[in-house]
């Protein structure tokens, strides 16, 4: 059972900024209520600019909470976009590798480079939620799936099973004080979609936000990110995706089809969807593109035995589960339930 949470900025410092402060405190409460002893970490609260321009005081963090025998679980404030500036911190002088335990990690969006981090130290780690984003959510309660993933996971320190959400909810379009208890606008879900391949495979999940793996392989954003990935080794070598499970979900950003294809191709010519046992996909948020991606997961993997399930709620999409990374699953498209080890 998870006592003491520690909270971490390793992307955005924008949980520092007075005019969230009143999300803070609404997420504060809840994970309060839970029993749960909280502190953030020593920089987390220091705003955007002092962690934009301090990437080395972000790796102290997490060196700092992997190392405090008093944390329990590390969570991060929300994503961003520029974790990777953490590598030579890290890596360099194998300080993560010196410091890194099984302490339940959970973050997601740009935390997918956070994530590989950790992979290639092997320690597992958990993808889906993240404080700002779901535990300091403005409706009167967290959201019912949202929630109960997080429960289990502070309850018994893992996941599993996983079974989709009967609703989806519209992305908030306004924030501020004004918006606190007014709920989100929800549809019904059809559950997870099988797009190709077996009803049933299974592997151990790694992967994340496909819009951070395409930085990752791309300089358009950061020109020197792909650069330091590759001197890292940060994204796993084809050998390593042999016999996993790829999770992709795709950001706020809504990439247009253009981009979401030339991930899937950098992804392709990496050599991932020849070797991996299946493909999970995030619901996008507020389903745009939804039917141009599906299209695109099955003719740029050009491979009708590969199992691809859509539709996971996973990701950027409201509500959000919690998938663990390093744990076997095996999916069952027509039980409509991941199920873990």
Not at 102 to 130: A, P
Not at 240 to 248: F, R, S, Y
Request: net charge negative; glycine share 10%.
């Amino acid at each position: 059972m998870i006592k003491n949470v520690t909270i971490i900025s390793l992307s955005s410092g924008i949980a520092g900024e007075e005019p969230v402060r009143y999300e803070l405190e609404i997420g504060l409460k809840r994970l309060k209520e839970y029993g749960l002893n909280v502190r953030f970490t020593p920089n987390a609260l220091k705003g955007v600019k002092y962690i934009k321009d301090h990437p080395e005081k972000r790796a102290e963090d997490l060196l700092w909470a992997f190392n405090d025998p008093d944390t329990d679980m590390i969570l991060c404030t929300i994503g961003g976009d520029d974790t990777y500036r953490l590598l030579p911190y890290l890596f360099d002088g194998g300080e993560l590798a010196g410091a890194a335990s099984d302490k339940v990690f959970l973050g997601f969006s740009d935390t997918t480079v956070n994530h590989f981090m950790l992979y290639k130290v092997g320690v597992s780690s958990f993808y889906g939620q993240s404080f700002l984003s779901d535990i300091c959510e403005l409706s009167h309660e967290m959201l019912p799936y949202t929630k109960k993933a997080f429960e289990e996971l502070i309850m018994t320190g893992s996941i599993s099973q996983i079974k989709p959400s009967d609703v989806w909810y519209e992305e908030r379009k306004e924030y501020g004080k004004a918006q606190v208890g007014i709920p989100l606008k929800e549809h019904p879900d059809h559950g997870f979609e099988l797009l190709q391949g077996e009803p049933v495979f299974s592997g151990k999940i790694l992967g994340g936000c496909i819009c951070t793996i395409y930085d990752m392989f791309d300089g358009g954003r950061y020109a020197d990110m792909p650069k330091m990935c590759k001197k890292y080794g940060l994204f796993p070598d084809r050998e390593e995706w042999k016999g996993k499970i790829l999770l992709l979900e795709s950001s706020e950003e809504k990439p247009e089809p253009q981009k979401y294809r030339k991930a899937l191709e950098y992804i392709k010519d990496a050599g991932v969807f020849d070797v991996v046992s299946g493909v999970l996909v995030g619901k996008p948020m507020d389903n745009t593109y939804a039917a141009e991606y599906k299209e695109l997961l099955t003719e740029v993997t050009d491979d009708p035995g590969l199992p691809i399930v859509f539709n996971i709620n996973i990701g950027h999409a409201m509500p959000r589960c919690i998938i663990p990374f390093g744990k076997e699953a095996v999916v069952d498209v027509q039980k409509q339930v991941i199920r873990f080890s």
